[in-house]
């Protein structure tokens, strides 16, 4: 018997899509408000969710207290209140789009957490774009 268990968070960051190859015109063209070149901010929520069984000794699947401050500690701590090209070494040369802050996130997460897990990252930029990644 396999469940999932989720843990929302929440995070406010300012960020710049741009391809650096290119010029003002086809980054506006193709990025249009997100190429803004003094940047702009996001609301972005994100819901974690952890698959495995339940241990029979705490009737948990994980510790809701460890993954919040897992989530804490690698995504809010990191990205809260940041911009994100300037000041997140992973979007130093790679574009945050909400589909690479969500692999991002995946990669830091998967890191801290027992191998017996699989992890779902669903993150959204706005309330109508989100992306769900899964690692595969
Ligand atoms: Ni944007």
Known sequence: M????????HFN?????YNKDWDDSRNQAVFGKCSNPNYHGHNYELEVGVTGTIH?????LINLDELKKIIKEEVEDQFDHKNLNLEVP????LNPTVENIAVVIW???RAKLDTSYDLTIKLYETPRNFVIYTGE
């Open 90 to 93: 992973e979007f130093r040369t």
């Open 107 to 109: 990669n830091k997460l």
């Open 56 to 60: 029979p000794e705490t009737g948990f």
């Open 13 to 17: 960051a300012a960020h710049r899509l």
């Open 2 to 9: 396999s469940l999932t268990v989720y843990r929302k968070a």
